[in-house]
Antibody, heavy 119, light 110 residues
Framework: QLQRQESGPGLVKPSETLSLTCTVS??????????WGWIRQPPGKGLEWIGS???????YYNPSLRSRVTISVDTSKHQFSLKLSSVTAADTAVYYC???????????WGQGTTVTVSS | QTVVTQEPSFSVSPGGTVTLTCGLS?????????PSWYQQTPGQTPRTLIY???ARSSGVPDRFSGSILGNKAALTITGAQADDESDYYC??????????FGGGTKLTVL
């Protein structure tokens, strides 16, 4: 379902904005069943839900990241994107895009993209 | 902010049975939280095991089962095998489009 996970540079400087895009197989991004989300995992740590978007454009964010996160969707391109502003070293992680539904949990995972924040 | 709790670590003997739990810092977990469980080995993408409390994802062996035990969600592995040695994460749906991961349990099979 999640064909690939495209990313900007795998290295982002502190205080800059991290940008990632995920491409979804044709048609399914407009499904009324699913949310399209981002999850991350810092090195040696657990998984953290960043936020999700519904095909209508409604967004839902982790309260701890809400002030820095923007998730958007482009249904015409079958893509959804993550922007995380004012990054620090603590944002260094593997970032996964994912398909979610409250009934099904996270049922499809992207392959993950490593993003390092360093000058 | 709600914290989802899991045992940091657990060990089980090969062939044994182990139950991992997923609780809330405040309150009880019920089916209304649609608990789901994920298995992750180092360097790998997580694998979905259980969703909606007790539904097994496609291809997951029936020795993995989910339930509600008391005030927590539970993942039980029956007949543990060496390749079950992994990190296990639960996720709860809090409503309003919000999900929260537990901190994960590192399971050792020895």
């Amino acid at each position: 379902q999640l064909q690939r996970q495209e990313s900007g540079p795998g290295l982002v400087k502190p205080s800059e904005t991290l940008s990632l895009t995920c491409t979804v197989s044709s048609g399914s991004i407009s499904s009324s069943t699913y949310y399209w989300g981002w999850i991350r995992q810092p090195p040696g740590k657990g998984l953290e839900w960043i936020g999700s978007i519904y095909y209508t454009g409604s967004t839902y964010y982790n309260p701890s990241l809400r002030s820095r996160v923007t998730i958007s969707v482009d249904t015409s391109k079958h893509q959804f994107s993550l922007k995380l502003s004012s990054v620090t070293a603590a944002d260094t992680a593997v970032y996964y895009c994912a398909r979610q539904a409250y009934k099904y949990g996270v049922d499809v995972w992207g392959q993950g993209t490593t993003v390092t924040v360093s000058s | 902010q709600t914290v989802v709790t899991q045992e940091p670590s657990f060990s089980v003997s090969p062939g044994g049975t182990v139950t991992l739990t997923c609780g809330l810092s405040s309150g009880s977990v019920s089916i209304n939280y649609y608990p789901s469980w994920y298995q992750q080995t180092p360097g790998q993408t997580p694998r979905t095991l259980i969703y909606s409390t007790n539904a097994r994802s496609s291809g997951v062996p029936d020795r993995f089962s989910g339930s509600i035990l008391g005030n927590k969600a539970a993942l039980t592995i029956t007949g543990a095998q060496a390749d079950d040695e992994s990190d296990y994460y639960c996720v709860l749906y809090m409503g309003g489009g919000i999900w929260v991961f537990g901190g994960g349990t590192k399971l050792t099979v020895l």
